[in-house]
């Protein structure tokens, strides 16, 4: 299988509305390995959509704890473990990612116990290793690098964008961040740079329709980045393709993919991909 970027859910925030995108989540086959980059609601079924085994989970990152992020951690490595992983994995998250494991298994531990005893199973907790990141290289394993860097996305301090190196080949993923200059760096030289953003146009209307008008649109201009703002970072980093995703709104009906070129192209001329559910961008 070539090295890919799998795009399993392009929407950022957690609402879902009928036949719109789902929150957060992409699978990153690179060198041999498949890793999972965030565990919004909806993963364990886009990864089992792109066909590949959940026995194979190997390493699972999460760049934030927000639900939009984080919701099916515990479902995707449960899942996982009744379809017969039986193979250690280790998931990388922020201070408090281990908080969330132990208490999901504690929330599971009548299924837990009842299927290693009833069923023979090795115990889940044994299988999974949590590893809390700081900044810096979080990974060397067999080629593969990885490192975090603590992004701008309040009032959540602990976020990190992730960057992923493999036999010359990188990608790296922003998180959730308001514009934050230092990403031209960590990104530097990057084949891919998938970036969250937002469509200015969208704002108002999105906040009109979910109801917590004021607060949720400073929410959104103090922690994220608009679309333009995504291309001058991907510009500044030179990288080769900028891939938007995490997007605000996601389904609106009269925003669409030429909307986000149009706001992108004011500051990015190279390639471009604008995420969706499912699309599969090459490694090349
Ligand atoms: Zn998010
Ligand atoms: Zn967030």
Known sequence: MPDRLVLLGSKGGPALR???????????????????????????????????SL???????????????????????HTAWTAGLATPVGVFGPPGT???????CQAMEFDIEI????????????????????EGQVVEQRGLEVSALRVDHPPVTDCFALRFEHGGKSVVFSADTACFPPLADFAEGA???VHEAMLEEGIERLVARTGNGARLKEHLLASHSFAQEAGRIASEAGVR????????????????EADWIAAVRKTWAG???IASDGLVVELA
């Open 55 to 77: 026995k194979a989970l190997d390493l699972i990152f999460i760049t934030h704890l927000h639900s939009d992020h984080v919701l099916e951690l515990g479902p995707l490595l």
């Open 18 to 52: 009928p036949g719109g995108p789902w929150p957060s989540s992409s699978l990153l086959r690179i060198g041999g390995r498949k890793i999972v980059v965030d565990c919004g609601l909806g993963v364990t079924r886009g990864l089992v959509d792109t066909g590949i």
């Open 191 to 193: 084949d891919i740079l």
């Open 98 to 104: 281990g908080h969330y494991w132990q208490r999901f």
């Open 115 to 134: 299927r290693i005893v009833d069923e023979g199973r090795p115990d889940i907790r044994e299988l999974v290793s949590i590893v809390e990141l700081g």
């Open 271 to 273: 390639d471009l991909t």
């Open 241 to 256: 393709r900028l891939v938007l995703n995490h997007l605000i709104p996601a389904d609106d009906p009269e925003i669409g």
